[in-house]
């Protein structure tokens, strides 16, 4: 496996023998990766946690350039990103339509609320 380019995605396991790091990627969220516990359901569990934490901050600050930002192309890509983490339509694909839109955000408020 690839060493990740950035040091904070790179899992914090140490090799007893050698105490050279591990240099495989990190779960998403967490510090460690599938090799030494990352697999394990409350690494994934506190990850998950970790992650949204950020989410809103994240968001709230994407917007936030959308809707504030003196430069166009700023709040074009603001906007695209907003769009696409959403998981709705780039470009190519039809704009949906508001309702369809509402259907979008309430499938994943649902899927947010009920985890698999
Ligand atoms: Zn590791």
């Known amino acids: 496996m690839t060493r990740p380019s950035n040091p904070a995605r790179q899992c914090t396991a140490k ?6 790091r591990c240099g495989n990627p990190v ?5 460690i990766c599938r090799h030494h516990g990352g697999a394990a359901a409350q690494v994934q569990r506190r990850a998950g946690l970790r992650l ?4 809103d901050p994240a968001i709230a600050t994407l917007v936030r350039v959308m809707v504030h930002s003196p430069n166009m192309s700023e709040q074009m890509r603001a906007a695209d990103s907003l769009l696409d983490r959403a998981g709705i339509g780039r ?3 039809a704009a949906p339509g ?8 309430e499938e994943r408020l649902t899927q947010m ?3 698999k």
């Open 98 to 105: 508001m309702d369809e839109l509402i259907v979008v955000i």
């Open 91 to 93: 470009s190519g694909e």
């Open 27 to 31: 779960v998403p969220g967490a510090t």
């Open 15 to 20: 090799a007893k023998s050698t105490g050279e």
């Open 113 to 115: 609320e009920n985890p």
């Open 52 to 55: 949204m934490e950020v989410v």
